[in-house]
């Protein structure tokens, strides 16, 4: 049964009318049948999920015109033209007019059901569409820039704006591509600094040489090549955020230094003993366990525990997978801007590759691959696991069953090649074991 679907008929021909609706119910689908033209445009909105069937020679309104009334409530609804023998040029015109398919009598059942089928599944993805752009559109502020909907993405933008309003200190963890320049500038801009500068700096694409004085600034002939004063990204963050990317690449000696500074809210440039007071928020991030990093006396410890205030864990992709469908849509709009191309149509096919890759770049890693999809380009997507056997998933579900079904058998995959094991499974999956109990529960998956 298809959940939600309908098939609408209209055709003044009550046997024809019944034998069709009778084919298409006993194939699985909901039908509505109408005699005229008019009872079913009644019916017909923009977000209806149907498709609709009509014979071109009927009283009252033909079949034509039903066909531009429907076309001018929702020019994607699909309308499938049923024609008499030797009216194909009738039929043509219906194409040229906007009708989505036409079938010639007589005709096999199967014939009718296949194209109602594609119909459906056009539909689906038409209003799919719609939902997410809708829903992109209503998003403002920090929805816009954090994209997502699943308990992660909800309970990090909430720790955003919980901490926002305040001047702690943070350090964001996340994985490479996940998105924590994007947190910390959204902590910014939702705070009361916003109109102050944010002053990001990559502490690993430095030279070890210049960070001293890109991040305190220098007096004129404080070393060979000072030939002027230079002010240092520090204190021109003065007033607003200074944002420390890839902290666990800053030098040792350093380290003590940038201590210092957090505690007394102070610096003094290169070659000057002047004290320089800073009203300054600190943000950190890292991709590196710094705790673990701390006991291999790889980082200082009492730098870690200070910046260790408050921490903002970013999920990874492969973690919240569910929101893919509505952030490759963000990022494939974004393309379009860029690129001046038309977004493709989305795909079951599509759908299961994203949702089985492990995506280690994340969101960034999307984002490139969106790119690439806008463009025409091959997707980019190689990994041993797209290579195995095809997940069956029937085109007649929704995308979040589909995403249910592919998530159903690579649980139940994982669980076989584990022998069972609930440790192992989690952990292949990187699921908490609560997370794994609970999809188990769901999909009435059982370990023998």
Known sequence: MIEDAKVIIVDDDEDLRHALAQSLQLAGFTV?????GYDAIDNITRNIYSVVITDIKMPMIDGLELLSKVL????????????????VSTAVNAMRNGAYDFIEKPFAAERLIGAVSRGLEKRRLVLENRNLRDELASQDGLDKRLVGRTAAMLNLRAEIVALAQTDVDILIWGETGSGKEVVARALHEEGSRKDKPFIALNCGAIPVEMMESEL???ESGAFTSANKQRVGKLEYANGGTIFLDEIESM????????????????????????IINLDIRFIAATKTDLELASQQLLFRADLYYRLNVVTLTIPSLRERKDDIPLLLHHLAREARTRYRKEIPEYTPALMMQLMRYEWPGNVRELRNMADRWVLGLD?????????????DISESQSLSQQMATIEKRLIANALTKNDGSIKKTYEQLQLSRKALYEKMKKYQLQVN
């Open 32 to 36: 509505d049948a109408y005699d005229n």
């Open 72 to 87: 001018e409530i929702d020019p994607a609804l699909p309308t499938i033209v049923i024609t008499g023998h030797g009216d």
């Open 216 to 218: 305190f600034g220098h």
């Open 251 to 274: 030098p040792l000696e350093l380290q003590v230094k940038l201590l210092r500074v957090i505690e007394t809210r102070s610096i003094e440039r290169l070659g000057s003993n002047k």
């Open 379 to 391: 997707l980019g997507l190689e990994q041993e696991d797209l290579q195995e056997s095809a997940i």
